[in-house]
């Protein structure tokens, strides 16, 4: 396999690194399943191309390469025992089967992109079925709709839709190397959330493989797990082969900006009007708030606040909007670029201004760092005071960043008993924490201190945000808030983080779980357990 010059740095990380496979308990168990996936797989496309053990010479490169986050990968005591990285929907059909039969636990990784890298990792012994191959995308524009496979990478799709039109998008993630199975089943969402809700409410139906090996769609299935699977995550439930999702309207020009202001230029007053303003901006608006540090050197710290908008329109209409919505924020002409909506989703990526569009079919990231994540949700502005202390832990920090994502429009239109994604009305906005650091900084040695600063920055924060539960998104995975161990799944402690990722719809979607999977063969850290049936 040739290996991309633009990953070797990231590859020699791992040079040195030794970790070994989780030994199964009996060698024969393991035969026994590699003999098992050719029987239960199509013979016409041979299972054994997608079969990688230890002693594959690219089974090291595959098990690294597609995980994002350096943390877990290399926090890891050990490897899986294979890897499937399969073909055909029969192969991975056959790793259900046949793992389930012969007692290996089944790690499911569209993009590794779980932020605790519960897709690669075990403390049991496990396969990871690796879904990147199964990246197809079949556009019909007589129905505006598409079916995407598992693999395929949110920015595949938004390459895929402009083939198609210049007048349709997809409300789905920033990131552009996203794994589509399993951003939709977390929710997924980016800026077009307020004008057409979180990827979910406009997934129409599904194909999914249970723990019996059967592939179902949403009729099949039953609307149970259909609710279930859009925001409950599916791989609680079974593996996501692929979506139909509705696409959206778009207009042929859309418009984006980025104002930034220091404390020095006012941030405080302007981060304090924007809880109350962006939240209740027409829908075609949407203006997110990212606070990071700035050293200037010595002791000469502050912070810079940016403010990222999106507008469905052209320049014009949008500072006539802001003139009257958000004047405190001088926002002008200069400040905005008009594109296409595929080309707005590079400027969201980090991409610079004139970036070929062919960048979104990069389908690895490739600058991977060590990191940390936490989510909140606000229901109350923060004070101005709330504010301040957020700063000073900010600058006390350092190398962290802060992402603050406004709700209303059509995320309050939304029940949230609607789909098992249960964050809707009474939200002004969803924070992502993000602390990052490299090899060069400590690596892997240095986890318990920057966990423990992004402990800090959660705690600090805690007044502020929302209560009983303190809710979290699935799709920004914290082991912190609750968890099992790998093998098991304790119905007390699922309820614990359960209630903060689902609130009310956890209990429902146990019911929901002990129907699809009774014995719970689809289990991780934070899956959902079976309803116990007294």
Same mark, same amino acid.
């Given at each position: 396999?040739?290996?991309?010059?633009?990953?070797?740095?990231?590859?020699?990380?791992?040079?040195?690194?030794?970790?070994?496979?989780?030994?199964?308990?009996?060698?024969?168990?393991?035969?026994?399943?590699?003999?098992?996936?050719?029987?239960?797989?199509?013979?016409?496309?041979?299972?054994?191309?997608?079969?990688?053990?230890?002693?594959?010479?690219?089974?090291?490169?595959?098990?690294?390469?597609?995980?994002?986050?350096?943390?877990?990968?290399?926090?890891?005591?050990?490897?899986?025992?294979?890897? %499937?990285?399969?073909?055909?929907?029969?192969?991975?059909?056959?790793?259900?089967?046949?793992?389930?039969?012969?007692?290996?636990?089944?790690?499911?990784?569209?993009?590794?992109?779980?932020?605790?890298?519960?897709?690669?990792?075990?403390?049991?012994?496990?396969?990871?079925?690796?879904?990147?191959?199964?990246?197809?995308?079949?556009?019909?524009?007589?129905?505006?709709?598409?079916?995407?496979?598992?693999?395929?990478?949110?920015?595949?799709?938004?390459?895929?839709?402009?083939?198609?039109?210049? #007048?349709?998008?997809?409300?789905?993630?920033?990131?552009?190397?996203?794994?589509?199975?399993?951003?939709?089943?977390?929710?997924?969402?980016?800026?077009?959330?307020?004008?057409?809700?979180?990827?979910?409410?406009?997934? %129409?139906?599904?194909?999914?493989?249970?723990?019996?090996?059967?592939?179902?769609?949403?009729?099949?299935?039953?609307?149970? #797990?259909?609710?279930?699977?859009?925001?409950?995550?599916?791989?609680?439930?079974?593996? %996501?082969?692929?979506?139909? %999702?509705?696409?959206?309207?778009?207009?042929?020009?859309?418009?984006?900006?980025?104002?930034?202001?220091?404390?020095?230029?006012?941030?405080?007053?302007?981060?304090?009007?924007?809880?109350?303003?962006?939240?209740?901006?027409?829908?075609?608006?949407?203006?997110?708030?990212?606070?990071?540090?700035?050293?200037?050197?010595?002791?000469?710290?502050?912070?810079?606040?940016?403010?990222?908008?999106?507008?469905?329109?052209?320049?014009?209409?949008?500072?006539?909007?802001?003139?009257?919505?958000?004047?405190?924020?001088?926002?002008?002409?200069?400040?905005?670029?008009?594109?296409?909506? #595929?080309?707005?989703?590079?400027?969201?990526?980090?991409?610079?201004?004139?970036?070929?569009?062919? #960048?979104?079919?990069?389908?690895?990231?490739?600058?991977?760092?060590?990191?940390?994540?936490?989510?909140?949700?606000?229901?109350?502005?923060?004070?101005?005071?709330?504010?301040?202390?957020?700063?000073?832990?900010?600058?006390?920090?350092?190398?962290?960043?802060?992402?603050?994502?406004?709700?209303?429009?059509?995320?309050?239109?939304?029940?949230?008993?609607?789909?098992?994604?249960?964050?809707?009305?009474?939200?002004?906005?969803?924070?992502?924490?993000?602390?990052?650091?490299?090899?060069?900084?400590?690596?892997?040695?240095?986890?318990?201190?920057?966990?423990?600063?992004?402990?800090?920055?959660?705690?600090?924060?805690?007044?502020?945000?929302?209560?009983?539960?303190?809710?979290?998104?699935?799709?920004?995975?914290?082991?912190?808030?609750?968890?099992?161990?790998?093998?098991?799944?304790?119905?007390?402690?699922?309820?614990?983080?359960?209630?903060?990722?689902?609130?009310?719809?956890?209990?429902?979607?146990?019911?929901?779980?002990?129907?699809?999977?009774?014995?719970?063969?689809?289990?991780?850290?934070?899956?959902?357990?079976?309803?116990?049936?007294?």
């Amino acid at each position: 396999m040739k290996i991309s010059s633009s990953i070797i740095p990231f590859i020699s990380i791992f040079i040195l690194l030794s970790i070994s496979s989780v030994t199964p308990s009996d060698s024969d168990d393991f035969d026994d399943f590699l003999r098992c996936l050719p029987k239960q797989s199509d013979s016409s496309i041979p299972i054994a191309n997608a079969i990688l053990t230890p002693n594959s010479s690219s089974f090291q490169y595959i098990y690294q390469v597609r995980a994002s986050n350096l943390r877990p990968l290399l926090s890891a005591t050990s490897r899986p025992v294979a890897i %499937i990285t399969a073909l055909h929907p029969s192969h991975a059909q056959a790793s259900v089967i046949c793992a389930k039969r012969h007692d290996f636990q089944l790690r499911i990784r569209s993009g590794g992109h779980d932020f605790e890298g519960l897709s690669y990792t075990s403390d049991v012994p496990f396969v990871i079925l690796d879904m990147f191959n199964l990246n197809s995308i079949d556009i019909d524009m007589s129905t505006e709709t598409a079916w995407v496979q598992a693999g395929a990478t949110t920015g595949e799709l938004y390459y895929r839709i402009a083939e198609k039109s210049n #007048v349709h998008g997809f409300p789905s993630g920033v990131c552009t190397t996203l794994g589509i199975g399993g951003h939709f089943s977390g929710g997924g969402y980016g800026f077009l959330m307020r004008k057409y809700g979180v990827s979910i409410d406009n997934v %129409i139906d599904a194909q999914l493989i249970d723990a019996n090996g059967r592939i179902l769609n949403r009729k099949s299935m039953g609307e149970d #797990v259909f609710w279930a699977i859009r925001g409950g995550g599916t791989t609680s439930f079974g593996i %996501i082969l692929s979506w139909r %999702i509705k696409l959206v309207r778009v207009p042929p020009r859309v418009t984006v900006f980025t104002v930034q202001r220091t404390l020095e230029q006012g941030a405080t007053e302007l981060a304090y009007r924007w809880q109350q303003v962006a939240p209740k901006l027409p829908k075609d608006l949407f203006i997110r708030l990212q606070p990071e540090p700035i050293n200037n050197g010595g002791n000469n710290k502050t912070v810079r606040v940016s403010f990222i908008g999106h507008f469905l329109g052209q320049a014009d209409g949008l500072l006539r909007l802001m003139n009257v919505s958000f004047p405190e924020l001088g926002l002008t002409r200069n400040d905005c670029l008009e594109m296409s909506w #595929v080309e707005s989703t590079l400027y969201w990526a980090g991409f610079s201004n004139g970036t070929s569009i062919d #960048v979104l079919l990069n389908r690895v990231a490739v600058n991977k760092v060590f990191a940390k994540d936490k989510s909140d949700y606000y229901k109350a502005v923060i004070p101005k005071q709330g504010l301040e202390t957020l700063w000073q832990v900010l600058m006390d920090i350092e190398n962290i960043f802060v992402q603050m994502n406004p709700y209303g429009g059509r995320m309050e239109e939304i029940s949230d008993s609607e789909t098992a994604f249960a964050h809707r009305a009474g939200n002004l906005f969803k924070v992502l924490y993000g602390i990052q650091w490299s090899e060069s900084e400590g690596g892997v040695n240095a986890t318990a201190r920057y966990v423990e600063l992004s402990r800090r920055l959660y705690n600090a924060m805690a007044p502020y945000a929302s209560s009983n539960p303190r809710e979290a998104f699935i799709n920004y995975r914290d082991l912190d808030i609750g968890s099992n161990e790998s093998g098991k799944t304790d119905f007390e402690d699922a309820k614990e983080y359960g209630a903060k990722y689902f609130r009310n719809n956890f209990i429902r979607l146990a019911g929901v779980k002990a129907k699809i999977d009774p014995e719970n063969f689809f289990k991780n850290e934070q899956s959902i357990p079976p309803l116990p049936s007294h």
